[in-house]
């Protein structure tokens, strides 16, 4: 269960089945069914192999569920659309306010997952990368709304499956190699 839980949660399986349902199909609605089926699965296999869902997907989901019936019973791809900058700027939000309560905890524990070397880099890094990464999903959720109301559907959905995709692979890259560059500070200084 565990290992079939990984594999729906590889953000690469992800983009395989949506881009294979849009270029198959062509059709919003079938899309939106595969984004709710996908993720509602998701949902489902980490709850029985982990026995709880990650806080990240259960609010995406939340949010999805709504907004995608209201998309597949109006037949109108807008409440999809506009969940993608929802979900983006509360998740940059969430960051950005969470960084000014309780300091940078929320991105240190998950980007302390790359490398135990990560554990020396010092508070102000993890600050600094905490509020980049915050105004950068709010950034996103913006590009989102010029991607609605100024481009084509399929557009759209290029943009949703690799656009985002690049733009969080490059978010990510700069980051860590940012705290990364902070930890052989730390380690130089101390030799």
Do not use: C
């Not at 656009?163 to 030799?191: C, D, H, P, R, W």
């Amino acid at each position: 269960m565990k290992t079939l839980s990984k594999l729906f949660n590889n953000p690469l399986s992800l983009i395989v089945v949506l881009a294979s349902v849009w270029y198959l199909t062509r059709d919003f609605i079938y899309f939106t069914y595969a984004i709710l089926i996908f993720i509602s699965i998701q949902v489902l296999l980490e709850k029985l192999a982990l026995g709880k869902v990650s806080k990240v997907l259960f609010f995406s989901w939340s949010l999805l569920l709504p907004f995608g019936l209201l998309t597949l019973l109006l037949r109108d791809p807008i409440f999809l659309q506009w969940k993608f900058s929802i979900v983006h700027w509360l998740m940059g939000l969430i960051l950005l306010i969470s960084q000014i309560i309780k300091g940078p905890v929320l991105l240190k524990g998950l980007f302390s997952l790359a490398g135990p070397q990560l554990d020396s880099v010092p508070k102000q890094a993890w600050s600094n990368v905490t509020v980049f990464a915050g105004f950068f999903l709010l950034l996103v959720g913006f590009i989102n709304l010029y991607f609605i109301y100024f481009a084509s559907l399929d557009s759209w959905v290029n943009f949703k499956i690799y656009g985002v995709t690049v733009l969080n692979l490059f978010m990510t890259s700069i980051a860590l190699l940012y705290l990364f560059k902070k930890a052989e500070k730390i380690e130089s200084s101390q030799v």
